[in-house]
């Protein structure tokens, strides 16, 4: 039986940091390489920005059913609980550029 690739990034990453802009970069570069590595279409960018319980309670259930969901074309599913977005990010995993 072949071995799986190898993967170069590990299945969870968390990335923080002072600068928003740096943070906000290294997280796109590492949800652009998952993409490419499983392939597929069917990846999720949920938004993390709440603004009382009610809505946080909100977002986490999203990224349960995300996680939840069996991907439906490629290897696997990528999901980005991202603190804010931009309207090309909404857009879903298509080139995400600045």
């Known amino acids: 039986m072949p071995k799986p690739a190898a993967r170069s ?3 969870v990453a968390l990335v923080w940091g002072e600068d928003e802009f740096t ?22 960018i949920i938004d993390a920005a709440v603004n009382n319980s009610g809505e946080a309670l909100k977002a986490l259930r999203k990224i349960r059913e995300a996680l939840q969901t069996l991907p ?24 995400i550029t600045g």
């Open 72 to 95: 439906f074309f490629g290897g696997g599913k990528v999901v980005w609980f991202s603190r804010r977005r931009t309207r090309r990010e909404r857009a879903g995993c298509r080139r």
């Open 23 to 44: 943070v906000k970069q290294r997280a796109k570069e590492i949800y652009q390489q998952w993409c490419a590595e499983l392939g597929g279409t069917d990846h999720e």
């Open 9 to 11: 990034l590990s299945p």
